[in-house]
């Protein structure tokens, strides 16, 4: 370590400077100012330039292959060719840089990037007009300017999945340097069990077509969709099944999906026959074609007979579509005819640009019900044709983590690498639209942020649907890798739903401020704070939150989060949670079991323990596989918490 002491007009100067080469090299500089007088700050240059021959930033070539997208994470990743140096990954650490954001009223958006050979990061400074800023760094307090992380590759770029590979092994290390920040015990068993109820009770949640019950997509707004419906269907059934419980409501729901299907166009119709004339009802956007699709190919995986003839009832035209557009898909569509009704999603004429991904796993699950080899071609087809994509193959977040899953069951079931690594592409596009900081502008301070991916490529908010729908596909990814997955690439997913389950409870209502809630002009029906369903959007830079409305077919998060995360332990009182995935469970005797988890290396798992009702916990004895006892965090009545390494394997005794 390095440490630099600088003085000069404007104040004292900080300058630490880290090294580490331990798997990559790594370069860390952090830099904090203490003003002597009240500073404005007209104007920053960026920090960062590639030298040519002769240390001239014009003679060096090479290219940007990612920069920052709106107030994700702030990064810039490179290679520079000439002179042949590798590939960089510059990380500005933006968590640290809070203070100076709320001292000069700005936000970082889009702050870190640039043109060759200028690159790096561009402060933001209160804007220059007429009236002088008024929000100058205050004299004698200690501001933190920059945290960067520099990591490097020997390699530059070859082709699109090296590339990939590399900038989430460059991201995995700077993602080791920060500290990490805490996550809280939620019960998402409590919160699934008010959201049925509410889903089951509440009036302006459903509605009555052809005596069957539907669900709106907003609190007492828009028509029944079929998305919708098997958002909440899908999860429901995974709670009826971890529960034991017979839900009747989950049935009312399924009796109505018929209504849906089109056995002419062979497809689910988004819309009932019976949709609004402000609705056209052949009308669909691209990846609402699949999605349903994907949640009753998850059921008749199952055994659900039903969900499966509706399946397999609505591939004609799933394929037909697929083949009409050549496997790349715009943004919306007849399906009667297949026109095009938006092609593109702004200027760069690109569609929906990761919809091949879901699609792809809708081939894969019908080739595991069938055998028929042709939907493996299918699935094959989608893959290939989005090559070359890089970091535009992200349209919305949880198709491409779905796409990731589609590349790692086809590389299970062909055995080809390619496969695998074609799904750190998908990843790499998913991880670049990430928020790897903690913001704490505007309302943001009442909620966490930290590792939640923007819903579409552009968009200013996380939403309650992709996030936990992409928890679900990483799930899968994660099951179905082994031992050949990169350990950058287990670490990253890993702790994407680490952070997810703990992220996702500010999505509800209940657990903001009411004045961190959005009050008026709601673009889909209203909020209503007593009703268990999320808000579908938060945002980086504090907006009021819930602005699009309060989503009920993102209430599937409460049941996929508690079947994923807490664990039944037959004739114990006790249920255990655990914030990484289990890769091995074994019920070693009556009272005793193991528990063996395969994330981060050097990382800490959260292992809790939480009494059933009207139980009361026992002792519990809980040990590394190296014999070391582990002793609680938090010991409650009602909970007992751990921390254990998120690899390895642990013993629990009661």
């Not at 994470?73 to 968590?95: I, K, M, R, W």
């Not at 209503?528 to 959007?537: A, H, V």
Request: a negative charge; charged letters at 20%.
């Amino acid at each position: 370590m390095l440490r630099l002491e600088i003085t000069s007009p404007i104040g004292s100067q900080n300058v630490v400077l880290r090294f580490d080469d331990l798997e990559l090299a790594l370069i860390r500089v952090t830099t904090t100012l203490t003003p002597t007088i009240p500073l404005l700050i007209p104007y920053f240059p960026r920090d960062l330039y590639p030298l040519g021959e002769g240390d001239d930033p014009m003679a060096a070539v090479g290219q940007v292959e990612a920069g920052q997208r709106g107030l994700n994470s702030g990064v810039c990743y490179f290679h520079l060719d000439e002179p042949a140096f590798g590939s960089v990954l510059y990380f500005q650490n933006l968590t640290a840089l809070n203070g100076y954001y709320a001292a000069t009223d700005t936000k970082p958006d889009g702050a870190v990037g640039g043109e060759w050979p200028e690159l790096g990061y561009l402060p933001p400074t209160p804007p220059q007009s007429g009236t002088p800023p008024t929000n100058p760094l205050p004299a004698g307090e200690s501001v933190v300017m920059s945290d960067v992380i520099l990591a490097f590759h020997d390699d530059a770029a070859c082709d699109e999945q090296d590339m990939a590979r590399r900038f989430l092994q460059l991201l995995g290390a700077a993602y080791r340097q920060l500290e990490p920040p805490s996550t809280q015990y939620r019960d998402w068993v409590e919160r699934a069990d008010r959201t049925l109820h509410d889903l089951e009770t509440a009036p302006d949640t459903r509605i009555e077509h052809y005596g069957h019950t539907y669900i709106h997509p907003y609190i007492a707004a828009e028509y029944p969709d079929v998305m919708v419906q098997m958002a909440i269907i899908a999860p429901l059934r995974d709670y009826a099944a971890w529960t034991g419980r017979d839900l009747p409501f989950c049935k009312a729901l399924e009796d109505g999906l018929a209504k849906f299907h089109d056995t002419e166009l062979e497809t689910m119709r988004r819309y009932l026959p019976n949709v609004g004339k402000d609705k056209d009802k052949f009308a669909v956007d691209s990846w609402y074609l699949y999605h349903p699709l994907l949640n009753l190919g998850r059921r008749a995986l199952d055994g659900d007979a039903r969900a499966k003839e509706l399946f397999l009832g609505s591939l004609g035209l799933a394929i037909k579509a697929a083949r009409h557009f050549a496997y790349a898909w715009p943004i919306q569509f007849k399906v009667d005819s297949l026109d095009v009704i938006v092609e593109a999603r702004n200027d760069d004429g690109l569609g929906q640009t990761d919809v091949g991904g879901i699609y792809a796993y809708v081939m894969v699950q019908a080739y595991q019900l069938t055998g028929a080899p042709t939907y493996l071609e299918e699935a094959r087809r989608a893959v290939d044709a989005a090559r070359e994509m890089r970091f535009e193959l992200n349209y919305q977040a949880n198709l491409t983590a779905w796409g990731a899953a589609a590349c790692m069951r086809l590389w299970r079931i062909t055995d080809e690498e390619y496969y695998l690594r074609q799904s750190y592409v998908y990843l790499a596009s998913f991880f670049h639209n990430t928020v790897i900081w903690e913001s704490e502008i505007g309302h943001a301070s009442n909620y966490k942020v930290f590792l939640g991916a923007t819903c579409l490529h552009d968009a200013p908010y996380m939403a309650a649907f992709e996030c936990f729908d992409s928890f679900a596909a990483f799930e899968r990814y994660l099951k179905d890798s082994g031992p050949d997955l990169d350990p950058a690439v287990r670490l990253l997913v890993s702790e994407y739903c680490k952070y997810a389950l703990d992220r996702a409870w500010y999505y509800y209502p209940d657990a903001l401020p009411e004045d961190a809630l959005a009050q008026e002009d709601i673009r889909n029906g209203h909020i209503d704070s007593s009703l268990s369903f999320p808000i579908e959007d938060l945002y980086v830079d504090g907006q009021p939150a819930g602005q699009v409305g309060q989503e009920i077919y993102g209430a599937g998060a409460a049941f996929v989060f508690a079947t994923r995360a807490f664990h039944q332990v037959t004739g114990a009182p006790f249920r255990i949670f655990c914030d990484h995935f289990p890769v091995t469970s074994e019920r070693t005797s009556e009272r005793s079991l193991k528990f063996g988890l395969d994330g981060g290396h050097a990382r800490k798992a959260v292992f809790s323990l939480s009494r059933l009702p009207g139980e009361t916990l026992p002792r519990f004895v809980l040990r590394t596989i190296a014999g070391d006892t582990l002793r609680p965090v938090t010991r409650r009545a009602d909970l007992i918490e751990y921390q254990i390494p998120a690899s390895g394997e642990i013993s629990l005794h009661w």
